[in-house]
Structures are given as structure tokens and as C-alpha cells.
């Protein structure tokens, strides 16, 4: 991995004084419990139509907890849908998939979604800048 203050301090910027964004990261000490309580979040990596009506997003769920039947939304296109089922990665259904799995959500609506959009809880939208 390459880039300045990834990895370590570089002094390519030497105006920056603050922690490696690994630093930062270990520092954190996030466990499981705290990810699993936050708001969800899956940000979308690969789109996969199924059937009429139902799509199929797949990507990196960052925190929380989605199951069947949950409301969500799609930022930044603010679309919404319902969660008709969880699928591992293999395609296995799931009653739930949590933080720091890759999983794969098969919606149902009309939904805009693209790659790298981010997939939340309907009423726990994530926060967005102008």
C-alpha cells in the first residue's frame, strides 16, 4: 500500500502532525459489539440482476446489522426498498448479516443504485457534505 501517511508519517507533508491512518485505526480499538451497534451500512461493489423486480447488491458491510424485511436507503440517490433476503457470499440465505462481513442484499423497489453508493438503514441515513 502506498500513499503519504497511510502507513506511516511521511515527510511529503510535513504540515500534517496527526497519525498515520493506520496509527489512527489501531488506536481506535473498535470491537465487534461497538461496530455491530451502530447504524447499517453496506457499500455497494457489484450489482446483479436476479428476476423481475428483485436486485441483487453485494459489497462490504462497514457496520450494523440488516435482516430480511428491513427498510433501507440508497445514498446518494435517496431511493428506497425492502430487504427480500440476505445471501452469504457462496448465495446461502441468512436470517442476518453483520459488520465486517461481505454479503449480498437481493432488494425489492425501484431502486437507483449504483457501485459505491452506500446502502443504509432507511431512517438512519448517513451523513453527506455539499
Given at each position: ?15 500534517y ?29 457489484r450489482?446483479?440482476?436476479i ?80
Open positions: 500500500m502506498q500513499g503519504d501517511n497511510v502507513l506511516k508519517s511521511s515527510d511529503n507533508t510535513s504540515w502532525t496527526g497519525m498515520s491512518v493506520l496509527g489512527f485505526l489501531k488506536a481506535q480499538g473498535a470491537n465487534s459489539d461497538d461496530v455491530l451497534s451502530l447504524p447499517f451500512r453496506l457499500s455497494v461493489a450489482i446483479a440482476d428476476e423481475a423486480g428483485i436486485r441483487g447488491f453485494s459489497g462490504s458491510i462497514v457496520s450494523g446489522v440488516i435482516r430480511p424485511g428491513d427498510d433501507v436507503r440508497v445514498q446518494p440517490s435517496g431511493s428506497t426498498g425492502r430487504v427480500a433476503q440476505v445471501l452469504t457470499p457462496d448465495g446461502a440465505g441468512v436470517d442476518r448479516a453483520d459488520a465486517g462481513q461481505t454479503g449480498r442484499l437481493m432488494l425489492e423497489g425501484d431502486l437507483v443504485v449504483s457501485r459505491g453508493d452506500l446502502i443504509s438503514g432507511i431512517d438512519q441515513p448517513a451523513h453527506t457534505a455539499d
